[in-house]
């Protein structure tokens, strides 16, 4: 079994809270790991099984008294009428750790979480294995521009080879799992157990197109009468499957920088895939090889970067405020970090070769008036150097190694 950043993050969560909340999509491996840390005394019940989903719901009290504390109930977002109960429970009984909840339709769950247990529940949010995580270095630091590090570097097909593979850990925990077997039967799951107990989306058909087309799009501006002509449904229900996308967790979306002091700024967020190996099964990748040669390359490696970095943050418990600049001219920054009232601008290139009019729009940065910190360029070159000024060639490798 592969060990998971989060883990210590639980531990703790579950030393100082009544209520452990973990939340993630569909199989980054949420009830797998509370299984192998739950206490001993601990309970478990999932509401995926129909019979106890039914009795949550119709008497959720009852259900409750049904079990004792330690309890860990697994798909908890099937039954929201519990959340009150749980909340009048932990009152009378202050003792911490008392039920761990876990579910994957993220919006559904913490909107539960903050209405009836606020303050009383310490969230955790999973994800899909991060590199570190795969090649075994749960050790890891998050990366902070103010401290970049030197790692040992990584080529362009291994990336590619990760970016293509992704994340999910039954591809790694299961010996000789098919790819492609896994993937086309995540999604027809995913469609069944998450999208049709949130919405009757009608045409399944039509959805998955939908899908297809948003992996495309990672690393993009999203515009939804795009896809919507693409798709062939309306702009409506392009923002409605979006939002699925995003409570699910399958898809981040990152924000615009907004400033009062610039402007003619784009108010659209940037499509960001969460496991860059669900998109390339999406996108119709046959191989590591043809996406890398291909002219989306840059935009799933962009993603891939920017994915690795929330994961990793994720993990750790960290807060995280991070953009994407673009004006109405087109000209970009790729990613901007923000903390300590500082801007970092950086660039993410799949390039060995940086040049420094790459970052030629962080210029407009100093248009805030704010202050500007540690920036660069994150790319496939070997070496952590600065390239002029306060800016830096950051390898990939200090990102996400």
């Known amino acids: 079994m ?8 639980i531990k703790k969560i579950n030393d100082t809270f009544r209520v452990l909340v973990v939340t993630g999509p569909r199989q980054v491996g949420k009830t797998t790991l509370l299984e192998s840390v739950m206490p001993e005394n601990m309970t478990k019940v999932s509401l995926d099984d129909e019979i106890l989903r039914k009795e949550a719901k119709e008497n959720p009290k009852i259900f409750l008294d049904s079990y004792p504390t330690p309890l860990f109930i697994d798909e908890v977002q099937y039954a929201p009428e519990l959340f009150p109960y749980i909340k009048m429970k932990v009152d009378k009984d202050k003792i911490r750790g008392q039920y761990w909840l876990s579910g994957s339709q993220l919006f559904d769950l913490m909107k539960n979480v903050t209405e009836s247990l606020a303050g009383r529940a310490g969230i955790v949010k999973m994800n899909s294995f991060t590199y570190s995580e795969i090649v075994r270095n749960t050790k890891k630091e998050v990366f902070d521009p103010d401290n970049l590090k030197q790692h040992e570097y990584i ?58 087309d948003v992996a495309i799009r990672t690393g993009t501006t999203l515009n939804y009468s795009d896809i919507a002509n693409d798709v062939g449904v309306s702009v409506n229900t392009i923002k409605d499957w979006f939002s699925i996308l995003v409570s699910t967790g399958l898809v981040y979306l990152l924000e615009p920088y907004s400033s009062n002091k610039i402007k003619r700024l784009t108010h659209m967020p940037k ?58 001219e087109t000209e970009e920054i790729d990613l901007i970090m923000f903390k300590n009232n500082t801007l970092y601008p950086l660039e993410i290139k799949k390039t060995a070769n940086p040049r420094k009019d790459m970052m030629k729009n962080f210029k407009y940065l100093e248009k805030t008036n704010m202050k500007i910190g540690q920036g660069g360029i994150i790319c496939l070159y070997d070496k952590l150097m600065k390239l002029d000024g306060n800016n830096y060639i950051i390898p990939v490798s200090s990102v996400i190694k």
């Open 155 to 212: 080529d362009v097909n291994e990336i590619f080879e990760r970016i293509f593979n992704g994340g999910m850990p039954e591809l790694y925990d299961i010996e000789n799992m098919d790819r492609n077997d896994f993937y086309y039967s995540y999604i027809n799951t995913y469609i069944e157990k998450d999208i049709k107990k949130i919405k009757n989306i009608g045409n399944v058909e039509a959805f998955k197109k939908f899908m297809r």
């Open 2 to 9: 592969y060990e998971r950043e989060v883990k210590e993050r």
């Open 271 to 328: 499509i960001i895939f969460m496991d860059l190996g669900l998109a390339c099964y999406l996108a119709n990748w046959e191989s590591a090889k043809t996406l890398q040669l291909s002219d989306l390359s840059g935009h799933f490696f962009e993603s891939y970067v920017i994915s690795e970095l929330i994961k990793s943050y994720d993990n750790k418990g960290a807060r995280l405020e991070i953009s994407h600049f673009r004006n109405k």
